[in-house]
């Protein structure tokens, strides 16, 4: 059975920090493109980071370059995505995600194993 299940969220203030980590099960991790969207009440779901099979590329969105790294551990089956000088715009529900497609994806579409998201708050 296929499983990602992410841990690490919670509520911090504004210029804290947080690691989310993403933990897969059920099919072999380190075939797969890792990734991270992430879901605001009313708002679309949108691209967070992503990492290569290897973890020698990755790609970031704009609103997060700078602040936020992922990274992968495919001996424990595990992404994880560090999360530093969060602002209250960061909060949001945040899923991990798998893709075995060739090309590092930035589209949901492009993914085709989620978890069931860990929420992230940032006060101000």
């Known amino acids: 059975q296929v499983q990602l299940v992410e841990s690490g969220g919670g509520l911090v203030q504004a210029g804290g920090s947080l690691r989310l980590s993403c933990a897969a099960s059920?099919?072999?991790?380190?075939?797969?493109?890792g990734g991270w969207f992430r879901q605001a009440p009313g708002k679309e779901r949108e691209f967070v980071a992503a990492i290569s099979r290897t973890g020698g590329t990755t790609s970031y969105a704009d609103s997060v370059k700078g602040r936020f790294t992922i990274s992968r551990d495919n001996a424990k089956n595990t992404v994880y995505l560090q999360m530093n000088s969060l602002k209250p715009e960061d909060t949001a529900s945040y899923y991990c995600?798998?893709?075995?497609?060739?090309?590092?994806?930035?589209?949901?579409?492009?993914?085709?194993?989620w978890g069931q998201g860990t929420q992230v708050t940032v006060s101000s």
């Open positions: 995600a798998a893709s075995g497609r060739y090309r590092l994806g930035i589209r949901g579409d492009d993914y085709d194993y």
């Open positions: 059920g099919f072999t991790f380190s075939n797969y493109n």
